[in-house]
């Protein structure tokens, strides 16, 4: 039976990782990574601000 490795690193560390990670993928890579996290991010609860000047992406459903 093998078991997973656990490391213990920084919150800067892993940071630094993920970032090295994400960089190193091509920029249509990078795009579905980002598509992929914001499918992920609509499983929580958001509020949103009627007046806010963010970029909003909304995809449309098909009905």
Do not use: G
Request: charged fraction near 30%.
């Amino acid at each position: 039976m093998e078991y997973p490795i656990i490391s213990y690193t920084t919150k800067e560390q892993t940071r630094a990782e993920d970032e090295a990670a994400f960089l190193a993928l091509s920029p249509s890579e990078r795009l579905v990574s980002f598509l992929k996290l914001c499918e992920v991010m609509k499983r929580f609860q958001t509020t949103s601000e009627a007046n806010s000047s963010n970029f909003v992406v909304e995809k449309k459903i098909k009905s």
